[in-house]
């Protein structure tokens, strides 16, 4: 019983682990490609701009709707129909506010982070045979929090570029995927193991209540 238990948990760590050093490679690669950016229009005098994400999806399938990209193997230009564009953005807008930007990615990945310790100590409450103690409420409890505060952060972020892509350019030949922006998987795993915390509580708060009693 043990055994499948910790076998349970390592798969739920492993899970949230790649969830995290997802969003760190993400935020990597943001950082990268702002930096590079920059510093490329520096060089050419320009003032540069802001980026957006839009996520997409081809209303038909066509030479119409495809954009041609290069083959590094070949050389020869191909036809490919793309998921997710990066398009600039007002200087105004809400994109344009690092300030907002940064603080929904810390958040996220803050998140993430609370989400991952409390697991693990949870996890070794239940190696320590704690699993109806308060002490693995607390922990459920905190990662649950962590995991509504990443999946929240990220769909803020998600929807806040969206619109500020939409502000520059509505596709004709293309529909808009507002389900990559939400990051319900994340939420609904949290709102889960909040249930779970919750129920521990409950039984805690009945055993108690019966060891007054007798």
Request: with cysteine; proline share 2%; hydrophobic share 50%.
């Amino acid at each position: 019983m043990n055994k499948k238990v910790n076998i349970i948990c390592l798969s739920i760590l492993i899970v949230a682990a790649i969830h995290v050093g997802a969003i760190v490679y993400c935020m990597g690669l943001s950082f990268t490609m702002g930096w590079r950016t920059a510093m490329a229009t520096e060089n050419k005098g320009d003032d540069g701009a802001d980026a957006a994400y839009l996520s997409l999806v081809p209303k038909v399938v066509t030479d119409q709707t495809a954009v041609d990209l290069r083959d590094n193997r070949t050389g020869k230009e191909k036809m490919a129909w793309p998921l997710m564009v990066i398009v600039p953005v007002e200087e105004n807008s809400i994109v344009g506010n690092s300030a907002i930007t940064i603080l929904l990615s810390f958040s996220s990945f803050a998140g993430g982070v609370l989400a991952l310790i409390g697991l693990v100590r949870f996890v070794v409450c239940l190696n320590r045979r704690e699993v109806f103690s308060w002490k693995s409420v607390k922990y459920l409890r905190h990662s649950s929090y962590g995991m509504l505060l990443c999946g929240i952060a990220g769909t803020v972020m998600g929807l806040q570029q969206s619109y500020a892509a939409l502000l520059y350019i509505d596709p004709a030949d293309y529909s808009i995927d507002f389900s990559e922006q939400l990051e319900t998987g994340i939420i609904i795993f949290g709102l889960f193991i909040l249930l779970m915390a919750e129920a521990f509580a409950i039984g805690l708060k009945m055993k108690e209540e019966q060891e007054l009693t007798i």
